[in-house]
């Protein structure tokens, strides 16, 4: 009866373990044999592009307020302007000064190799200066309205290549016969001034000019207006003749 008993525990203890055998063998346990760990029967796959780093460009560095010399250009500037008016009519002759008669802001680079057809229809060669485009336009438009920026100051000179600041040197020295000028108020009210300024140039005593022009006379006047409109941002040149 005890030799029945024996069997049948023993039996039991043998059945058991290999049914542990059998469970373990499948939830991943045993790596041998014919027993195969458990795998998901679905995947995801992840594309990864390749994208181009964001192209960084320099700083538009030269502004009035980096300038040396911030006192040559607190003059000339009409009396009757507001203290706003005066700060923006400064900004606005130090810009114009620096494109017309400071070789463009004194901005440098390699020119391209092809030249580019303008809107004009001219073709020129641009130069890569690897400055911010956008710096310089936020710059020039804190002091002339979008509009006239767009339209008369950056033009063909200055153009945006995906991003960089390109141009092709219009830059001229300043007008050495530019003696005096004298201002007067047109019209002004709440959201727009004008004024006019009566500019004297004589070529008295400039003798390393050699001959004069058949067209010039020794010394002339000559009238440019200006107009500065209030905007969203403050006032801003709107029209400004060049005159230096």
Request: charged share 25%.
């Amino acid at each position: 009866m005890r030799k029945i008993k024996r069997k049948v525990i023993i039996s039991s203890v043998v059945v058991l373990a290999l049914i542990a055998f059998i469970i373990w063998g499948y939830s991943g346990g045993g790596s041998s044999g014919n027993t195969i760990p458990y795998q998901t029967t679905s995947k995801t796959t992840t594309e990864v592009t390749a994208t181009e780093p964001e192209k960084v460009y320099l700083p538009f560095s030269m502004t009035l307020e980096n300038y040396s010399d911030k006192e040559f250009f607190s003059s000339p500037c009409p009396d009757f302007l507001n203290a706003e008016q005066k700060k923006i009519w400064q900004k606005a002759y130090f810009m114009t000064y620096m494109s017309v008669a400071e070789d463009s802001f004194g901005l440098a680079g390699e020119y391209e190799k092809s030249p580019r057809l303008s809107d004009d229809g001219h073709e020129y060669h641009y130069m890569r200066t690897g400055v911010s485009y956008d710096e310089m336009y936020s710059y020039i438009t804190s002091a002339f309205t979008e509009e006239y920026t767009e339209e008369i100051f950056m033009g063909d000179t200055y153009i945006n290549d995906d991003g960089e600041l390109l141009f092709h040197d219009r830059a001229r020295k300043p007008d050495v016969s530019y003696r005096d000028c004298k201002f007067d108020l047109i019209s002004s009210d709440y959201n727009k001034i004008s004024f006019s300024m009566t500019a004297l140039y004589s070529w008295k005593d400039i003798a390393t000019l050699g001959e004069l022009d058949k067209t010039e006379t020794e010394s002339h006047l000559e009238e440019h207006i200006f107009t500065m409109v209030r905007t969203e941002n403050g006032w801003r040149m709107d029209e400004y003749s060049f005159w230096l």
